[in-house]
């Protein structure tokens, strides 16, 4: 996927990373209108959806959705996103997420969008970000429709 800002910016990406709780899912369970966007962008992107996997459901919940399940230790969770990121390209990759432990990829990622929804979101995740977003849907729907990042990223 490529991203044209102007006035002489492009992002090139392959590789689109997703936190799961709090940004795909609340209280384990995948949100509404999520799945039929990400089957969507992976026509495009190489999906990824990294977790700790808390409520014990991210396998259920996506299964048959065209994305790469990366269960990931509890502790460190920052550092371990960040590495996973990292091991992909993390110059070449938009990454999304709301939490604190999701600050490290966001700041590092091609592209950072946090999104506050009904878990909210740390401050940390929003500074780190380049876009906030209001929901996950407005943030997938940023990838699907790029124009609309450079109306939101243009100098």
Same mark, same amino acid.
């Given at each position: 996927?490529?991203?044209?800002?102007?006035?002489d910016i492009v992002i090139?990406?392959?590789?689109l990373v997703l936190d799961?709780? $709090?940004?795909?899912?609340? !209280?384990?369970?995948? &949100?509404?209108?999520? /799945?039929?966007? %990400? #089957?969507?962008?992976?026509?495009?992107?190489?999906?990824?959806?990294?977790?700790?996997?808390?409520?014990?459901?991210?396998?259920?919940?996506?299964?048959?959705?065209?994305?790469?399940?990366?269960?990931?230790?509890?502790?460190?969770?920052?550092?371990?996103?960040?590495?996973?990121?990292?091991?992909?390209?993390?110059?070449?990759?938009?990454?999304? $997420?709301?939490?604190?432990? !999701?600050?490290?990829? &966001?700041?590092?990622? /091609?592209?950072? %969008? #946090?999104?506050?929804?009904?878990?909210?979101?740390?401050?940390?995740?929003?500074?780190?970000?380049?876009?906030?977003?209001?929901?996950?849907?407005?943030?997938?729907?940023?990838l699907r429709h790029p124009?609309?990042?450079?109306?939101?990223?243009?100098?």
């Open positions: 996927m490529r991203i044209e800002i102007p006035p090139e990406v392959e590789h799961y709780n $709090g940004t795909l899912a609340r !209280d384990g369970v995948l &949100l509404p209108g999520v /799945a039929p966007r %990400i #089957a969507d962008l992976a026509g495009s992107l190489r999906i990824h959806v990294v977790t700790a996997d808390t409520f014990g459901t991210v396998t259920r919940e996506l299964q048959g959705l065209p994305c790469e399940i990366v269960t990931l230790p509890a502790q460190h969770q920052g550092q371990a996103k960040l590495d996973y990121a990292r091991q992909l390209g993390i110059e070449r990759s938009v990454c999304i $997420g709301n939490g604190h432990n !999701d600050r490290l990829m &966001l700041a590092d990622a /091609a592209l950072g %969008i #946090a999104v506050a929804q009904a878990e909210g979101a740390a401050a940390s995740a929003l500074a780190a970000a380049r876009i906030h977003c209001p929901s996950i849907l407005d943030a997938l729907d940023l124009k609309r990042l450079t109306a939101t990223l243009r100098d």
